[in-house]
């Protein structure tokens, strides 16, 4: 059985092993060995990943960053998908305008994961801070998770004015899902207001146009 890591920078001990960073400060613990590289994560793994993210569990970005694989890719874009599918139909958009709304979302969020990622090197830049966009793209789109719950909406019994009020509270949550996120992706100590400010200011015109779209 493999022992869990300890982090050489903040002391913290690393929730899951096969994790090569810190989940409390960013840090990398060491290149992957040999082993390491060749080890798979299961479909099991990444919706429990999902589920923690969901809770706001900050711990698990930490194996979002250290997984490069394929599969790590195929979920994160996955989840983005369903994410925005979740949001059109709760916003009760008629089916046959779904193509051109996925794509449209997919590449608002991805302009916000941009905007999170150039100004967060020009706000964070320091020596410990080692921002990867490949990595930002994976917790991006995981983080995303919380935005599935939007399909409520499709339920005849929500009111407008509940599903609005659903909305924002959806919204809030990725936000905050967000914010730890970025965390891990600049090497931060802790996940601050700065970290907040960041995520909420670059979201705000994307929130205005999913919501008058």
Same mark, same amino acid.
């Not at 019994?157 to 600049?186: H, P």
């Given at each position: 059985?493999?022992?869990?890591?300890?982090?050489?920078?903040?002391?913290?001990?690393?929730?899951?092993?096969?994790?090569?960073?810190?989940?409390?400060?960013?840090?990398? @613990?060491?290149?992957?060995?040999? @082993?390491?590289?060749?080890?798979? =994560?299961?479909?099991?793994?990444?919706?429990?990943? #999902?589920?923690?993210?969901?809770?706001?569990?900050?711990?698990?970005?930490?194996? #979002?960053?250290?997984?490069?694989?394929?599969?790590?890719? %195929? %979920?994160?874009?996955?989840?983005?998908?369903?994410?925005?599918?979740?949001?059109?139909?709760?916003?009760? #958009?008629?089916?046959?305008?779904?193509?051109?709304?996925?794509? =449209?979302?997919?590449?608002?969020?991805?302009?916000?994961? @941009?905007?999170?990622?150039?100004?967060?090197?020009?706000? @964070?830049?320091?020596?410990?801070?080692?921002?990867?966009?490949?990595?930002?793209?994976?917790?991006?789109?995981?983080?995303?998770?919380?935005?599935?719950?939007?399909?409520?909406?499709?339920?005849?019994? #929500?009111?407008?004015?509940?599903?609005?009020?659903?909305?924002?509270?959806?919204?809030?949550?990725?936000?905050?899902?967000?914010?730890?996120? %970025?965390?891990?992706?600049?090497?931060?100590?802790?996940?601050?207001?700065?970290?907040?400010?960041?995520?909420?200011?670059?979201?705000?015109?994307?929130?205005?146009?999913?919501?008058?779209?």
């Amino acid at each position: 059985m493999k022992q869990n890591k300890v982090c050489r920078q903040c002391k913290s001990l690393l929730p899951n092993p096969k994790a090569n960073y810190c989940w409390n400060c960013g840090n990398e @613990f060491h290149g992957k060995t040999s @082993f390491e590289s060749e080890e798979q =994560y299961s479909l099991i793994d990444y919706i429990f990943r #999902i589920i923690r993210i969901l809770r706001l569990d900050e711990t698990v970005y930490s194996e #979002i960053k250290s997984d490069k694989s394929k599969k790590a890719y %195929v %979920v994160a874009f996955s989840v983005l998908i369903l994410s925005a599918s979740a949001t059109i139909l709760g916003f009760s #958009i008629p089916t046959a305008e779904l193509p051109y709304h996925v794509l =449209y979302r997919i590449v608002a969020w991805f302009t916000w994961f @941009f905007l999170i990622f150039i100004l967060g090197i020009i706000v @964070f830049r320091n020596r410990k801070s080692n921002p990867n966009w490949f990595d930002l793209v994976r917790i991006g789109g995981m983080a995303s998770s919380p935005k599935i719950f939007q399909v409520i909406g499709t339920l005849p019994v #929500i009111s407008y004015e509940v599903y609005f009020g659903l909305f924002l509270i959806i919204t809030g949550w990725q936000v905050l899902a967000m914010t730890q996120g %970025v965390k891990i992706i600049f090497n931060r100590d802790k996940a601050s207001l700065t970290e907040f400010l960041l995520v909420l200011l670059t979201l705000t015109p994307w929130i205005v146009i999913e919501r008058f779209l």
